[in-house]
């Protein structure tokens, strides 16, 4: 018995030792990362967003009314102060998509913008502000390391409803949100945090400013805003644009241009600005620094308000505009031959 169990022993042994060494898994070769360098293409995208304007159930706070306050079967919508027609939510205030653009040559590794653009009445993302309007070729335009976002708000209507920016903190959380949207465009987790310091320069046109005095009221964005420019926007709301501009002076910039559709009301806002003993230039300004605050009146003949955003002062104003702001420059502009004078 004794020798049949030292036989078993031997034969297992042999065949534990015949049995091969599991082989270590190989480690695969080292990927050197390719350099995030300026955008070889531009990216155009319309993206859903958690925190955009609309749908909004929410309370319109200067009357306190619900902003939907009509009912008609399973559809709800808005009634508009303007004429008491209404703008029913699933046509009008159901689109959460935001328009991003990120132009050829934008680079990530240096300081840059975040532009949003704020359109005005009877507007969509892709008709108007890519179109007609032609936001995103300016920016693509001018020399500046900056980026594009536009939210929808009402499609298509005669409506300035600032939707959930009449919330306090949203449009804190809107721009952080687009932060992290702008960063996936990469499809590269290396610069996920490259846009969360980015400042933001607020452009509204028309019927944009209702949304735009709003955001500068209860926004919460602080110091991150950079900047505001009005185009032909000034319909109302002068004392939040004044607050802002009172509060943050010295520190960021305000442009407002304007026909006679909004030229009381920018005369109005220039006499609060007064009474506060602030500066303010009425000539374009050969710089946006902070600390500049400006007033262009377009004239009254040739300028029509409905093709504000492309012509103004000048030949698309947005280009002027961005190529003006100071300290963001996307790159060296291709360098031209001139003739050297004698020293």
């Given at each position: 018995?004794?020798?049949?169990?030292?036989?078993?022993?031997?034969?297992?042994?042999?065949?534990?030792a015949?049995?091969?060494?599991?082989?270590?898994?190989?480690?695969?070769?080292?990927?050197?990362?390719?350099?995030?360098?300026?955008?070889?293409?531009?990216?155009?995208?319309?993206?859903?967003?958690?925190?955009?304007?609309?749908?909004?159930?929410?309370?319109?706070?200067?009357?306190?009314?619900?902003?939907?306050?009509?009912?008609?079967?399973?559809?709800?919508?808005?009634?508009?102060?303007?004429?008491?027609?209404?703008?029913?939510?699933?046509?009008?205030?159901?689109?959460?998509r935001?328009?991003?653009?990120?132009p050829?040559?934008?680079?990530?590794?240096?300081?840059?913008?975040?532009?949003?653009?704020?359109?005005?009445?009877?507007?969509?993302?892709?008709?108007?502000?890519?179109?007609?309007?032609?936001?995103?070729?300016?920016?693509?335009?001018?020399?500046?390391?900056?980026?594009?976002?536009?939210?929808?708000?009402?499609?298509?209507?005669?409506?300035?409803?600032?939707?959930?920016?009449?919330?306090?903190?949203?449009?804190?959380k809107?721009?952080?949100?687009?932060?992290?949207?702008?960063?996936?465009?990469?499809?590269?987790r290396?610069?996920?945090?490259?846009?969360?310091?980015?400042?933001?320069v607020?452009?509204?046109?028309?019927?944009?400013?209702?949304?735009?005095?709003?955001?500068?009221?209860?926004?919460?964005i602080?110091?991150?805003?950079?900047?505001?420019?009005?185009?032909?926007?000034l319909?109302?709301?002068?004392?939040k644009?004044?607050?802002?501009?009172?509060r943050?002076?010295?520190?960021?910039?305000?442009?407002?241009?304007?026909?006679?559709?909004?030229?009381?009301?920018?005369?109005?806002?220039?006499?609060?600005?007064?009474?506060?003993?602030?500066?303010?230039?009425?000539?374009?300004?050969?710089?946006?620094?902070?600390?500049?605050v400006?007033?262009?009146?377009?004239?009254?003949?040739?300028?029509?308000?409905?093709?504000?955003?492309?012509?103004?002062?000048?030949?698309?104003?947005?280009?002027?505009?961005?190529?003006?702001v100071?300290?963001?420059?996307?790159?060296?502009?291709?360098?031209?031959?001139?003739?050297?004078?004698?020293?």
């Open positions: 018995m004794t020798l049949i169990f030292f036989v078993l022993i031997a034969l297992a042994s042999s065949v534990f015949a049995s091969p060494k599991p082989t270590p898994a190989a480690t695969p070769p080292s990927v050197p990362k390719v350099p995030i360098g300026p955008l070889k293409f531009p990216i155009t995208a319309f993206v859903p967003f958690d925190y955009a304007p609309f749908p909004f159930r929410g309370l319109i706070p200067d009357s306190g009314k619900k902003f939907i306050d009509k009912v008609d079967g399973s559809r709800k919508g808005h009634i508009s102060a303007r004429d008491n027609s209404v703008h029913w939510e699933d046509e009008t205030f159901n689109d959460n935001v328009l991003l653009y990120l050829q040559g934008f680079d990530i590794r240096k300081p840059a913008l975040i532009i949003v653009f704020f359109h005005g009445n009877g507007a969509t993302l892709s008709r108007d502000v890519l179109d007609r309007q032609q936001v995103a070729a300016q920016l693509a335009a001018a020399n500046l390391n900056a980026v594009l976002v536009a939210p929808q708000f009402a499609v298509d209507a005669a409506d300035s409803s600032a939707g959930r920016f009449w919330q306090r903190g949203v449009f804190k809107f721009v952080e949100e687009a932060a992290s949207k702008l960063a996936l465009q990469y499809h590269d290396r610069v996920e945090n490259a846009f969360k310091p980015s400042k933001v607020l452009v509204a046109y028309s019927g944009g400013y209702l949304p735009a005095a709003w955001s500068l009221a209860v926004g919460q602080g110091s991150r805003l950079q900047g505001v420019i009005l185009l032909d926007a319909y109302g709301h002068i004392d644009f004044a607050a802002w501009i009172e943050t002076r010295g520190s960021t910039f305000f442009f407002s241009t304007y026909t006679e559709s909004t030229r009381e009301e920018n005369g109005a806002l220039k006499s609060e600005l007064d009474d506060a003993n602030l500066r303010y230039t009425t000539t374009p300004p050969k710089a946006l620094r902070p600390g500049t400006a007033f262009v009146d377009s004239g009254f003949d040739y300028t029509k308000h409905q093709d504000f955003v492309t012509e103004a002062w000048t030949q698309n104003p947005l280009t002027w505009l961005f190529s003006r100071h300290g963001y420059p996307k790159g060296k502009p291709a360098a031209t031959k001139t003739a050297h004078s004698p020293k």
